[in-house]
């Protein structure tokens, strides 16, 4: 329980409960009282640590995926490479850029202009949806999104299918069947909760960019801030 797997495991873990954290004691009270309103400071306030505890959620997935990799096609260095000093490194630099990148979206949110009561159909306070909305120009906005989108989500997800590539081509030179599944069963977890995380991410984006439907923009919303963090430990933990 000392290997570097379940230190990021276990960072990943506290990144989801914050991420969970973030918006749904919002949504049940809403439930609960019926009113679906939110103040302007306190939506930014949400937005922002949204946008953290994702792209954290990001490069974790991408720093497990290297581990595998490591562990797989170099185990006899693994111990060596993936050394504590390095891990911790890696760790704190995901979460400066992180802090970076959501404060860096928050402020070009806060400079915006809007005309009157906002209706985000969403259970939380989605930045896309909060630039649709705006009455002032948005150019600069939209483009930070999709550089963003290219640069912070695209990178990293280029960066976990590089690694499964050349997992894949370790496998294929191990000669016994039993190790061959013995190597791919060490990445299946990290591989169900990359699926997960990425596919409700793009169907948030997605419902949010191509249509104005609440309930379509509520479901996609519910999976990617309940569904995907509920599930990830039971996928870890059924794994173990």
């Not at 949400?46 to 170099?74: G, K, N, P, S």
């Amino acid at each position: 329980f000392h290997s570097p797997m379940y230190f990021l495991l276990s960072n990943l873990s506290l990144v989801d409960i914050c991420f969970t954290s973030t918006a749904i004691p919002k949504m049940l009270v809403n439930i609960q009282t019926q009113s679906h309103v939110i103040t302007y400071g306190d939506c930014i306030t949400q937005m922002y640590f949204l946008i953290l505890f994702a792209a954290l959620d990001d490069f974790l997935l991408t720093l497990m995926a290297y581990d595998r990799y490591v562990a797989i096609c170099h185990p006899l260095h693994y111990t060596v490479i993936m050394n504590p000093q390095l891990c911790g490194l890696l760790l704190l630099m995901s979460w400066i850029i992180s802090v970076l990148y959501s404060l860096l979206q928050s402020l070009m949110v806060l400079r915006l202009s809007f005309c009157t009561v906002l209706k985000i159909p969403h259970i939380f306070c989605e930045i896309t949806q909060m630039v649709q909305l705006a009455c002032s120009d948005t150019f600069l906005n939209n483009l930070l999104i999709y550089l963003s989108a290219v640069l912070l989500g695209g990178g990293p997800f280029a960066g976990i299918l590089y690694s499964y590539s050349k997992i894949v081509s370790c496998i294929r030179e191990i000669s016994s069947a039993q190790g061959k599944f013995k190597a791919f069963s060490t990445c299946v977890s990290h591989l169900s909760v990359v699926l997960l995380f990425y596919c409700t991410g793009l169907g948030v984006y997605l419902s949010s960019a191509a249509t104005r439907s609440s309930h379509s923009g509520a479901v996609a919303s519910v999976m990617y801030t309940v569904v995907t963090p509920m599930l990830n430990p039971i996928i870890y933990s059924l794994r173990n």
